[in-house]
């Protein structure tokens, strides 16, 4: 059985040095954790390090975790995503939390989302409760927010809207 860590709520300042490559779930929440250090953990299936004070995360690192189902990095100071490069690495990704962070623009490309190249691997990736700025690099998520309004209410063609659901999930 693959051992989960659970370190909930005790003033960790950094990640445990000597974690079991083995680790399947590593859940560090609530600690003041300042940012995650680049480490292989080939089996870690689910990565929680919500509300702590992160400003910087390693995206790069995600190579090195290639089960990763769920990662959680809502309610810290995060003020950028870079997810594009290294989506690929990580195809079981299925859960982005970003949410209530410090991002202020963010791209398709930024959270590993491909339309262009018939790539995209529909995944839940929430991203509210942060400080967008209102440009061009953000417009998606208007689009998406009208896209779903739209077909919430019945005013899409019920197909195109199973095709908009099917296609991307942003939450």
């Given at each position: 059985?693959?051992?989960?860590?659970?370190?909930?709520?005790?003033?960790?300042?950094?990640?445990?040095?000597?974690?079991?490559?083995?680790?399947f779930e590593l859940q560090l929440p609530n600690n003041e954790l300042t940012t995650?250090?680049?480490?292989?953990?080939?089996?870690?299936?689910?990565?929680?390090?919500?509300?702590?004070?992160?400003?910087?995360?390693?995206?790069?690192?995600?190579?090195?975790?290639?089960?990763?189902?769920?990662?959680?990095?809502?309610?810290?100071?995060?003020?950028?995503?870079?997810?594009?490069?290294?989506?690929?690495?990580?195809?079981?990704?299925?859960?982005?939390?970003?949410?209530?962070?410090?991002?202020?623009?963010?791209?398709?490309?930024?959270?590993?989302?491909?339309?262009?190249?018939?790539?995209?691997?529909?995944?839940?990736?929430?991203?509210?409760?942060?400080?967008?700025?209102?440009?061009?690099?953000?417009?998606?998520?208007?689009?998406?927010?009208?896209?779903?309004?739209?077909?919430?209410?019945?005013?899409?063609?019920?197909?195109?809207?199973?095709?908009?659901?099917g296609r991307l999930s942003m939450a």
């Open positions: 059985m693959y051992p989960r860590i659970s370190c909930d709520n005790k003033g960790l300042t950094s990640v445990p040095k000597e974690l079991p490559k083995t680790v995650f250090p680049c480490m292989a953990l080939p089996s870690l299936n689910m990565l929680k390090l919500r509300n702590n004070t992160i400003t910087y995360f390693p995206w790069i690192c995600l190579k090195r975790m290639p089960k990763l189902v769920e990662l959680d990095l809502s309610q810290n100071q995060l003020s950028c995503v870079n997810l594009f490069p290294v989506k690929s690495f990580v195809p079981r990704l299925l859960v982005l939390n970003i949410s209530y962070n410090s991002v202020r623009t963010l791209t398709l490309c930024d959270i590993g989302i491909d339309l262009t190249g018939g790539n995209a691997v529909p995944y839940d990736a929430m991203i509210w409760g942060n400080p967008f700025h209102c440009d061009c690099n953000i417009s998606w998520a208007a689009a998406n927010a009208l896209d779903t309004e739209r077909c919430r209410h019945g005013h899409s063609p019920s197909q195109g809207c199973k095709d908009f659901f």
